[in-house]
C-alpha cells in the first residue's frame, strides 16, 4: 500500500495561515472581531508593500507585526506568555 501526500493549495494555506494567527491573537486575549481586524490591517499593510498572499512567509511577517503593534515590547518582556510558545510554533 503506498500513501500519498495531498496537494495542499495556496487559497487553503492562505485560510490555514490566518486561522492560524487568528488563534493566536485569541490566545493573547483579543476577541475573534479584534483579532479579524489586525489580519485586515495586515492585509492591508502588506498589499500596499506588494507582499504576495500566497507566499510561505506571509502570515509569520503578520504575526511579528501585528504582536508589535499591539505590545511593541512582547518579544521583549515575558518570554512565557502563550503567545510567544504559540508564535514558536508557527516559525
Known amino acids: 500500500m503506498s ?27 483579543l476577541t475573534a472581531h479584534e483579532a479579524d481586524q489586525w489580519c485586515r490591517a495586515w492585509e492591508a ?13 506571509y502570515w509569520r511577517g503578520a504575526t511579528v507585526w501585528i504582536l508589535t503593534q499591539i505590545d511593541p515590547d512582547i518579544f521583549e518582556t515575558d518570554p512565557h ?11
Not at 506588494?50 to 512567509?57: G, L, Q, Y
Not at 506568555?81 to 516559525?91: F, G, H, K, T, Y
Open 3 to 29: 500513501i500519498t501526500r495531498q496537494h495542499v493549495g495556496p487559497d487553503v494555506r492562505f485560510a490555514n495561515g490566518r486561522a492560524e494567527i487568528i488563534d493566536c491573537l485569541i490566545d493573547y486575549g
Open 45 to 57: 499593510r502588506a498589499y500596499a508593500e506588494n507582499r504576495h498572499p500566497r507566499s510561505s512567509d
Open 81 to 91: 506568555r502563550q503567545v510567544n510558545r504559540n508564535l514558536a510554533s508557527l516559525r
